[in-house]
């Protein structure tokens, strides 16, 4: 498995480049790089019956935002 972030854990090009090339290790580091962004977009506060408040991740969002983001990186020109 190649390494494509840096010391200070910021995103390469390098990696990217490699994404938009195919290399699917490389789309997997961009995931999990933007991971908690996603989540955090992703976040919802639900109620109960009773009225309790309820944090949850909304995973079919979740899921559509990555794709969104797979397709953004492998159309760019």
Same mark, same amino acid.
């Given at each position: 498995m190649t390494n494509y972030r840096r010391k200070n854990d910021d995103l390469s090009i390098?990696?990217?480049r490699a994404a938009r090339k $195919?290399?699917?290790?490389?789309?997997k580091e961009i995931l999990c790089y933007?991971? $908690?962004y996603i989540n955090r977009l992703c976040t919802r506060k639900l109620y109960d019956k009773h009225g309790n408040p309820c944090i949850c991740l909304d995973e079919f969002m979740k899921r559509r935002l990555e794709r969104r983001l797979i397709y953004i990186i492998a159309t760019a020109e």
């Amino acid at each position: 498995m190649t390494n494509y972030r840096r010391k200070n854990d910021d995103l390469s090009i390098t990696a990217v480049r490699a994404a938009r090339k $195919g290399d699917g290790e490389a789309m997997k580091e961009i995931l999990c790089y933007y991971e $908690g962004y996603i989540n955090r977009l992703c976040t919802r506060k639900l109620y109960d019956k009773h009225g309790n408040p309820c944090i949850c991740l909304d995973e079919f969002m979740k899921r559509r935002l990555e794709r969104r983001l797979i397709y953004i990186i492998a159309t760019a020109e």
